[in-house]
């Protein structure tokens, strides 16, 4: 009798790993979001290093994947905790591919792929108001992501291309000619320069 209950509780939870729960990751650069299907068991972990493997992203220690639950409320998903509890509550299961933390020092960066990306998740807050920072700085570093975004001014660029390009950012507003004369200042310097400086 006792054997019987062990085998039936056994049959119970290989049923119960066999469920499948799947989310959808979206991208910093919006493109096509990626859907993940994962076992009742995975931990969080798996989610990010498939989310890493899928874009070839060697340096995923600065990124993660966020969520926002009911509440409206961001969270990180946990790399120890089961994925599924984690998202119990985010009904559609959708995450976002974010920077979890920029590097102190962004030369140690080795990887284009993971500059790119930080790149854009730079462009994204300064977009946003979201980073703590002068004027002045917004100014520059926005030059920095004309130079990388477009390379030398030339020009032929119409008087509103800062604009045009979305990049009036919260802080600038006003200042675009600053912007202009800054990234005019910034010729010859390339895409990786660029994105290193900011």
């Known amino acids: 009798m006792f054997k019987r209950r062990i085998l ?6 290989s049923g119960f790993e066999d469920i499948h729960h799947s989310c959808t990751v979206r991208f ?7 859907t993940v299907t994962f076992q009742n068991d995975t931990k ?6 498939h989310v890493c493997s899928s874009l070839d992203l060697v340096e995923k220690d600065y990124f993660g994947l966020r969520y926002v639950d009911k509440e409206k409320q961001r969270y990180w998903v ?3 905790k089961v994925a599924h509890k984690q998202l119990k509550d985010v009904n559609p299961p959708i995450l976002s591919f974010r920077v979890k933390y920029y590097p102190s020092d962004p030369g140690r960066v080795k990887e284009d792929i993971t500059r790119y990306y930080l790149f854009l ?9 979201r980073l703590l920072c ?9 030059a920095y992501v004309l130079q990388a975004e477009f390379g030398d001014y030339e020009v032929e660029f119409p008087g509103d ?11 600038i507003q006003g200042h675009e000619g600053e912007v202009i004369e800054r990234h005019k200042a910034l010729r010859s310097v390339s895409f990786c320069i660029a994105t290193l400086t900011l």
Not at 28 to 34: A, G, N, R, T
């Open 28 to 34: 910093l650069d919006d493109s096509d979001p990626l």
């Open 8 to 13: 039936a509780r056994r049959s119970v939870n």
């Open 161 to 171: 291309y800062v604009a045009q390009a979305k990049m009036v950012f919260k802080l």
């Open 78 to 80: 946990d790399p120890l």
């Open 44 to 49: 969080g972990q798996y989610l990010i290093d």
């Open 121 to 129: 998740q730079l462009v994204r807050d300064l977009h946003r108001g």
């Open 134 to 142: 002068s004027p002045d700085q917004v100014i520059q570093m926005s």
